[in-house]
């Protein structure tokens, strides 16, 4: 079967939207904070999206482009862990154009007492399976996540999968996990230093990709 990932349209030949849903407990002020920031980094506007990361090299691209890519992200807080999780396990019962991806948890270290003295901690909780995995016929197998262990046994230095630019699997970047952790602790470095982190670094994004080509 082949299933969206979260909630992607295309808006004629010109745009692509996509609505992403971040879910939080517990509810106190300086979570509400942190989600805001969190959530007005995913709400954006990006005009030639694919010039900013291929530069002169996206006129040798054998599909046409967007013109412009847009994101918004909705935020839902609840008072405990297992309210959310509910909320989750219900929503999750249909994955394919779901916008939701992902639920927060935070420690009373960050919900509470915010401090830099402190041992900051929180969780992300992600659907149970893989929702972008695909086999080698192409179609999804949404294989579990391997939780046996906190971290995997590396036999071999360097990257376990070098020849995935994504970082393969398990999915880190695929399934959301990579994105949504920069985006916490940089709304939380934000809250504790008054220092706003821009949201697209264009230079880094073109400086990748050349070294890539």
């Given at each position: 079967?082949?299933?969206?990932?979260?909630?992607?349209?295309?808006?004629?030949?010109?745009?692509?939207?996509?609505?992403?849903?971040?879910?939080?407990?517990?509810?106190?002020?300086?979570?509400?904070?942190?989600?805001?920031?969190?959530?007005?980094?995913?709400?954006?506007?990006?005009?030639?999206?694919m010039s900013i990361i291929f530069g002169s090299y996206v006129n040798f691209l054998p599909v046409t482009m967007p013109k412009y890519f847009q994101s918004n992200m909705s935020i839902q807080g609840f008072?405990?862990?297992?309210?959310?999780?509910?909320?989750?396990?219900?929503?999750?019962?249909?994955?394919?154009?779901?916008?939701?991806?992902?639920?927060?948890?935070?420690?009373?270290?960050?919900?509470?007492?915010?401090?830099?003295?402190?041992?900051?901690?929180?969780?992300?909780?992600?659907?149970?399976?893989?929702?972008?995995?695909?086999?080698?016929?192409?179609?999804?197998?949404?294989?579990?996540?391997?939780?046996?262990?906190?971290?995997?046994?590396?036999?071999?230095?360097?990257?376990?999968?070098?020849?995935?630019?994504?970082?393969?699997?398990?999915?880190?970047?695929?399934?959301?996990?990579?994105?949504?952790?920069?985006?916490?602790?940089?709304?939380?470095?934000?809250?504790?230093?008054?220092?706003?982190?821009?949201?697209?670094?264009?230079?880094?994004?073109?400086?990748?990709?050349?070294?890539?080509?």
């Amino acid at each position: 079967m082949d299933c969206a990932f979260l909630n992607l349209t295309r808006e004629g030949a010109d745009g692509v939207h996509l609505d992403v849903k971040l879910i939080y407990a517990p509810m106190t002020d300086t979570t509400r904070r942190i989600m805001e920031i969190v959530k007005n980094r995913y709400s954006v506007t990006i005009k030639n999206p694919m010039s900013i990361i291929f530069g002169s090299y996206v006129n040798f691209l054998p599909v046409t482009m967007p013109k412009y890519f847009q994101s918004n992200m909705s935020i839902q807080g609840f008072d405990t862990e297992a309210d959310m999780v509910a909320y989750a396990k219900e929503s999750f019962s249909n994955q394919c154009g779901n916008p939701l991806l992902a639920g927060i948890t935070f420690d009373d270290s960050i919900a509470n007492s915010l401090s830099s003295d402190a041992n900051l901690e929180y969780t992300i909780r992600l659907s149970n399976t893989n929702r972008r995995s695909k086999g080698a016929s192409g179609t999804n197998t949404y294989t579990p996540w391997n939780t046996k262990v906190v971290f995997a046994i590396q036999f071999v230095s360097g990257p376990i999968n070098p020849s995935d630019s994504d970082g393969g699997y398990p999915g880190y970047w695929k399934e959301g996990f990579m994105t949504v952790q920069k985006s916490i602790n940089n709304a939380i470095y934000e809250i504790m230093t008054g220092q706003h982190i821009p949201v697209f670094n264009a230079n880094l994004m073109a400086s990748v990709s050349s070294a890539d080509c």
